[in-house]
Nanobody, 114 residues
Framework: VQLQASGGGLVQPGGSLRLSCVASGFSLADYAIGWFRQGPGKEREGVSCIQKSDAISVKGRFIISRDNAKNAVYLRLNTLKPEDTAVYYC?????????????WGQGTQVTVSS
């Protein structure tokens, strides 16, 4: 069982980025998927989450979508700001977005800078 986040990088303020969360050994369609981040010197915080039954979730500048055929969930980060700089993680919960996270992916670094 493995969960892997990728797609981070360096982007200019105002730019966009798409992060991927891919699973092996289990189906992401059976899980609520949350995205979290931890900025420098900060505690980890929730970014957004998509329930099992949803194909897309929009929260402000952030959009989560599913591709069940690829066993993947994506986080689109729009209009990025320097304060969005952080390591981003995905997590899978058997229950709901409000429940316990069962699996964590390793982080992917997002740096927003000119």
């Amino acid at each position: 069982v493995q969960l892997q986040a990728s797609g981070g990088g360096l982007v200019q303020p105002g730019g966009s980025l798409r992060l991927s969360c891919v699973a092996s050994g289990f189906s992401l369609a059976d899980y609520a998927i949350g995205w979290f981040r931890q900025g420098p010197g900060k505690e980890r915080e929730g970014v957004s989450c998509i329930q099992k039954s949803d194909a897309i979730s929009v929260k402000g500048r952030f959009i989560i979508s599913r591709d069940n055929a690829k066993n993947a969930v994506y986080l689109r980060l729009n209009t990025l700001k320097p304060e969005d700089t952080a390591v981003y993680y995905c997590g899978a919960a058997r229950g709901s977005c409000d429940g316990h996270t069962d699996y964590w992916g390793q982080g992917t670094q997002v740096t927003v800078s000119s």
